[in-house]
């Protein structure tokens, strides 16, 4: 099946620093997701970007398909981003929607 | 706007007893998927249904089953508990129709502990 790595794993940052997730898959997709994880566990939609570029208060990202890779940029970043960042992607397939398979995950913990 | 809703939240039960999740998706949202998340790991897919029909499966124990109703809503059913099965279930759900194809969203997800 597709595999998908991200990097890094972990990430302590002030706050206020800037950041850059990355995000690398193995075949192509129809759809890539960014999530963030809070510490309650529930799972927050930040992008649906199986190419392109968007942006969304201080996160954006950018996937560039034909490399293969997805970028999560977090700006100016506060105690409340800390967290677990996924990036999720669905297989290219003749037919039907496939279910995601999610990377491994970067933790970030932002301190005041 | 309306979200996916699971229920219970939280789940305590003994070995070798069963239990039974809901899952409430989007109005409108044709497919529902469920996904197991162990301490510490990421959402690993289980089963999936497409229009009451199961559309795909993945590392789903054969101790578990599930069924998605004439009122799209879906139920996983867990028997013979083991420790192992402790985990964060969630359930997603999606369509086919907008701008972004079967993008996925996600309930709040039902915590499992077994004892």
């Known amino acids: 099946g597709i595999q998908v790595e991200q990097s890094p794993p972990d990430l302590i940052l002030q706050e206020g620093a800037n950041s850059t997730l990355r995000c690398n898959f193995s075949?192509?997709?129809?759809?890539l997701q960014w999530f963030h994880q809070n510490p309650w566990g529930q799972l927050i939609n930040l992008f649906y970007?199986?190419?392109g570029t968007k942006q969304n208060g201080r996160l954006s990202a950018t996937t560039v398909a034909t490399e293969r890779y997805s970028l999560l940029y977090i700006s100016s970043s506060q105690t409340t981003d800390s967290g677990v960042y996924f990036c999720?992607?669905?297989?290219?397939?003749?037919?039907?929607?496939?279910?995601?398979?999610f990377g491994s995950g970067t933790r970030l913990q932002v301190q005041p | 706007a309306a979200g996916v809703i699971q229920s219970p939240r939280h789940l305590i039960k003994e070995k070798r007893e069963t239990a039974t999740l809901k899952c409430y998706p989007i109005?409108?949202?044709?497919?529902v998927y469920w996904y197991q998340q162990g301490p510490g790991q990421d959402p690993q897919f289980l089963i999936s249904f497409y229009e009451k029909m199961q559309s795909d499966k993945g590392s789903i124990p054969d101790r578990f089953s599930a069924q998605q109703f004439s009122d799209y809503h879906s139920e996983l059913n867990m028997s013979s508990l083991e420790l192992g099965d402790s985990a964060l279930y969630f359930c997603a759900s999606s369509s086919g129709a907008g701008d972004n194809y079967n993008e996925q969203f996600f309930g709040p997800g039902t915590r499992l502990t077994v004892l």
């Open positions: 999720a992607v669905e297989p290219s397939m003749d037919t039907g929607r496939r279910a995601l398979t």
């Open positions: 109005p409108r949202h044709d497919t």
């Open positions: 075949d192509s997709v129809n759809n």
């Open positions: 970007i199986p190419s």
